[in-house]
Nanobody, 118 residues
Framework: QVQLVESGGGLVQPGGSLRLSCAAS????????MAWYRQIPGKQRELVAS???????NYADSVKGRFSISRDNAKNTAYLQMNSLKSEDTAVYYC????????????WGQGTQVTVSS
């Protein structure tokens, strides 16, 4: 069973930075696609950024140029560096790991709150 544990959320002022971490256990993430999603109460969960097992990245238009996703397979951890944070980035951020093959295995972390406010 794969477990994902997010950390690094918190309260930050507009313009500030945070780095989220997603530590995986139970399986190596080196062959998985990793992603960060976020959700505001009453709204659908939305994709923020993703990185394939080969290192190809993709970002939501709203975070391009401000957020950066990365992975350290040796540490079995994915990261989301968030810079120039805005109030509209306030949400619960979730880590996702997906293995795609004959079957698809999809796992989620418990989420970490990010609040951008002065």
């Amino acid at each position: 069973q794969v477990q994902l544990v997010e950390s690094g959320g918190g309260l930050v002022q507009p313009g500030g930075s945070l780095r989220l971490s997603c530590a995986a256990s139970g399986s190596a993430i080196s062959s998985s696609d990793m992603a960060w999603y976020r959700q505001i109460p009453g709204k659908q969960r939305e994709l923020v950024a993703s990185i394939t097992s080969g290192g190809r990245t993709n970002y939501a238009d709203s975070v391009k140029g401000r957020f950066s996703i990365s992975r350290d397979n040796a540490k079995n951890t994915a990261y989301l560096q968030m810079n120039s944070l805005k109030s509209e980035d306030t949400a619960v951020y979730y880590c996702n790991a997906r293995w795609v093959g004959i079957l698809t295995y999809n796992y989620w972390g418990q989420g970490t709150q990010v609040t951008v406010s002065s």
